[in-house]
């Protein structure tokens, strides 16, 4: 079956160093997505890429980096300048919608990362 | 600002019981409104989608909303809560004129317990 899947599940870190956080998608979708969730709050975007070797910052994209090589692949970067990475990380995908101009998102399971 | 709410951080139903989630937004013209449901370490599902037409549009698992114009609001509903319904429900807009982007605008999200 087709979808999205983000590992690790649950990552722990040291305060100082940089992760990276993965997320495959096998749907052939274009745009992909990262997103934070933190309680109470929402998601909020952090990046976004809509085609192969382009992406753009969202909200929050201060302390994080991706890289887009393949259609398939938006890993995620927290790096040691984010602040506060103690998260829920959830990656979507783009399904460009039988209605012209709407968005439908596929996500992924998922990444709880907690900086000890 | 242009922004999407749910007023209702958390609610309790009983089993059987009706259900309505709020949700308001606030754009000078009509976004494009989903909701979406979490169950607890998962990702996001979606629900149901409106981007034009009838008003009351039909979900998977029962939900139904209703998009209000006069009111800015896309309210969730469902007749008749079941155990398994229990989880945090997302609205969410694609502000008018982003289609090029893909960007969703997530409200707080609302916890849904449910009572035996």
């Known amino acids: 079956d087709g979808g999205i899947t983000q590992s690790p599940k649950y990552l722990f870190r040291k305060e100082g160093q940089n992760v990276t956080l993965s997320c495959e998608q096998n749907?052939?979708?274009?745009?992909m997505y990262w997103y934070r969730q933190d309680p109470g709050q929402g998601l909020r975007l952090i990046y976004y890429s809509q085609i192969v070797n382009d992406f753009q910052k969202g909200d929050i994209a201060e302390g994080y980096s991706v890289s887009r090589e393949k259609k398939e692949s938006f890993p995620l970067t927290v790096t040691s300048a984010q602040k506060n990475p103690t998260a829920f990380y959830l990656c979507a995908s783009r399904y460009p919608g039988l209605d012209s101009g709407a968005n439908v998102l596929t996500f992924g399971a998922g990444s709880r990362l907690t900086v000890l | 600002a242009q922004s999407v709410t749910q007023p209702d951080i958390h609610i309790t139903v009983s089993e059987g019981a009706s259900l309505e989630l709020r949700c308001n937004y606030s754009?000078?013209?009509?976004?494009?409104l989903f909701w979406y449901v979490q169950s607890p370490g998962q990702g996001l599902q979606l629900l149901l989608k409106?981007?034009?037409?009838?008003?009351l549009v039909q979900g998977i698992k029962g939900f139904e909303a209703e998009f209000k114009r006069s009111q800015s609001s896309f309210n969730l509903r469902k007749p008749s809560v079941h155990w398994s319904d229990a989880a945090e429900y997302f609205c969410a807009v694609q502000p008018p004129f982003s289609s090029n982007t893909g960007k969703l605008i997530f409200g707080q999200g609302t916890t849904l317990q449910v009572k035996p």
């Open positions: 409106y981007f034009s037409g009838d008003t």
């Open positions: 749907l052939n979708h274009d745009a």
């Open positions: 754009y000078g013209a009509t976004p494009y």
